[in-house]
């Protein structure tokens, strides 16, 4: 997917040990959550596994979209805050 970023919002949360961070791109269609955690991987220098997508917002008609995000500084720390799905019942 080739696509242009622009980083809207940044900022540092040491609670948690994180970046939230607001990013808009622009492209012809809307950005699976896998492209979506390729592009800020590759914009912020980030191991993919640290990252949690957490929206994709787009408007109708529009080829520009909002992506909500989470850095953790390590996969620990980011299973530890992030929450698990749930486990069906059998």
Known sequence: MDSEAQIIQQR???LFNRKEIKII???NSNPSFVDAENIVSRLFKSP?????IL??????????FLI???IYKSK???????????????
Do not use: L, M, V, Y
């Not at 993919?48 to 949690?52: H, L, M, P, T, V």
């Open 25 to 27: 791109i622009q492209a």
């Open 55 to 64: 929206k994709i917002d787009g408007k109708f008609g529009r080829d520009s």
């Open 68 to 70: 909500t995000s989470n």
């Open 48 to 52: 993919s596994e640290n990252i949690k």
């Open 76 to 90: 620990e720390n980011k299973d530890k805050i992030e929450r698990k799905p749930k486990e069906k019942k059998k």
């Open 12 to 14: 540092e949360n040491p």
